[in-house]
Each structure stands twice: as structure tokens, then as C-alpha cells.
């Protein structure tokens, strides 16, 4: 499973970015997993203005800033996005550059990996509901994060003690994880008979 991690902040000293880290360490011990961190700041793009949605638009032009995140973005067979919580909902960036986004994710298995003063909880709500817009399959399983940035070091190690706990974040983490594979498996299969 080739799992995309994306990075949903660009803003300096940005925590999504060690989460993202700590997320990417921990799916290499799975088997058959190959992670890969794709942060937004290095796919800088303007809002948002093409004349009709993305999805219904044949003579779309797209700017090549764009191609390059869609081209990316198209290559996972499951993905994780890594949003903060920013006044309830998920960073502008982030909805910016899932705007862009036409048929790269459908039927993909997502899930959200989120933190803020709730672990981001109201983000997820928000970005799984725009992700399934998205045709993406969102998996059942996330992850709300309490405390990442004293949690979890800038080379995304996890403290310990927290990693020890069966209910915290890595266990979820886990289990998000399997379940993710369980999906892409699975809906890989059934994509290749299309
Ligand atoms: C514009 C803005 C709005 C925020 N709104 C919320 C919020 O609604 N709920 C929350 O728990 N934290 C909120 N925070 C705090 C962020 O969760 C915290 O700064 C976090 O580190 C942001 O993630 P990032 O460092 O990856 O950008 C907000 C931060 C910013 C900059």
C-alpha cells in the first residue's frame, strides 16, 4: 500500500508536519506499507477561481503549480490527511488544495489524523465530510490528538510514556493503520475490475 501523508499546514513552526512524522514511522512497522510525506508547502497554489467545479469542467485548464499536487496526489492507494484544527474546521490550505482534487482519490481508502485543544476533533468531522465529496472511501477509524507538540519530538519520535498507553494516540494510530491496509486491499482489488 503505497499511503500518502498529507501535511494540511504550512504555516512556520507547524505541527502537523512531526505528526505527520510520527505517523509515517509508525506505518513502516507494518508489513506492506510504504509511506510518503506529502507537505503542502511544497505545493504552493492560488485559491481557487477555475470557472466550474473541477469534476464537471472537460475544457479544465490546469495550472501546472496544480498538475504537480494532482499528479502527486494521484499516485497513493490510501491516504491520511493530517489537518489542525483552525476556528473549528480545517486550514484553508487544506480546502484549498482538496478543491483542485477531480478523480485522484475515488474509491481510495482515507482516514484524518487530526490535533488541536479537542485533538481537532470538529476538523475531522468537517474533513471527512469533504473528503467523501471528494470520492475518497473514508475508513471509520481516526486519530484526535491531544498535546502533539510536547508529545512528539521534531524527528517524530513519541514520548514513551504516552506511547505505552493501549488508549492513546498510537494505539489508534494503529489500528487506523490495519484498517486502512484491510481497506486498500481490498478496494484494490475491486478497482483493477473496472
Ligand atoms: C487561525 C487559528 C485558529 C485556531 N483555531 C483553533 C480551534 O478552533 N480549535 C483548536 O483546538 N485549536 C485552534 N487553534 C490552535 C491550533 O490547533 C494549534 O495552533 C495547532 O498547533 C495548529 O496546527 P499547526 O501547528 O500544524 O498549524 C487555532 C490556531 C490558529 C492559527
Known sequence: MKLGIVVGSTRPNRVSLKEAKWIAKTAKELDGVEPEIVDLKDYPMPFFDEPASPRYNPDRKIEPAVQKWLDKINQFDAYI???????HSIPAVLKNAIDYITTELNRKPATV?????????????????????SRAAIIPQAVTFIGVSDAV????????????????????????LVELKWYSDALSVARSKD
Open 81 to 87: 490527511f493530517v489537518t489542525a484544527e483552525y476556528n
Open 113 to 133: 489524523v487530526s490535533h488541536g485543544s479537542v485533538g481537532g476533533a470538529r476538523a475531522t468531522m468537517h474533513l471527512k465530510e469533504i473528503l467523501s465529496e
Open 153 to 176: 519530538d521534531e524527528e517524530g519520535n513519541l514520548n514513551e510514556d504516552i506511547k505505552a498507553n493501549p488508549y492513546g494516540p498510537y494505539g489508534a494510530l494503529q489500528i487506523a
